[in-house]
């Protein structure tokens, strides 16, 4: 199946999301791990289409999510740049956008290996908390700890 | 807002729904009122795209649907002639295809006038029985309630 780039912009207008969670990492060096990710989520009878993003994309994992439901994750971060940069080409039309604006963001902070210190760990944080799909209270539980050394 | 058709396969393949509905109507001579209707249903903040979508086919009408949720409806059978038009000429890539394709035959007949007869409301209920998004239990009821006069 072959997908156009506008047919893909109003699909993930619908079901796409882009999420960045914060986990705690012990092999880290600051124990923290930052986590940007695309995600498609679709009923399994639909999977073929999550293959058809994954192909489009050039990148990502098809797995089963829970119960009837299967879901794409793309997590590379050289493939989520590849992401970000075909959604300012072909922006989104939806709200989404404004959260989509946030994620790219972060990506472009962890190529800058901002990630990698205190401080750029708390500035992707804080842009983080400015977008809608994320665990607040778990990211200013992580950005306390992070101030508190 | 300027919507590409490819958008609107897309965006319609994740969030839109192709939904019939047999309702009991004293006015309508068999009885019953068979009502075909196209949804897409959005959160509020992104109701721009819903009266896009609806600039997009010339019909329908917005209105809020529950909660922080609005959704546009697409009802007269000559704008929801239109729409099949379209979705002909650009086809669904998801599953929601299968339903469309039940949805448009069930058009067709209403065009057709056949639900205006006993034998032809009864051949639109088992093209509706097909379809995923509908109420079954209650389809059953009245083409049982058609069948025993």
Do not use: Y
């Amino acid at each position: 199946m072959d997908l156009s780039p506008d047919w893909v912009v109003g699909f993930v207008d619908g079901e796409g999301c882009f999420h960045v969670s914060v986990n705690r990492h012990p092999e880290m060096k600051l124990g923290f791990q930052v986590l940007p990710e695309f995600v498609v989520v679709q009923h399994s009878n639909d999977r073929s289409l999550l293959f058809a993003l994954k192909r489009f994309f050039g990148a990502g994992t098809v797995r089963s999510n829970h119960g009837d439901r299967d879901c794409l994750r793309i997590r590379k971060l050289d493939s989520l740049q590849n992401v970000c940069d075909f959604f300012m080409r072909h922006p989104l039309k939806s709200r989404k956008n404004v959260d989509f604006r946030k994620f790219r963001q972060i990506v472009l902070m962890m190529l800058d290996k901002k990630h990698l210190n205190v401080e750029g760990m708390i500035e992707i944080i804080d842009v983080a908390l400015e977008m809608n799909s994320l665990d607040r209270p778990r990211l200013l539980e992580v950005r306390s700890a992070l101030l508190n050394g």
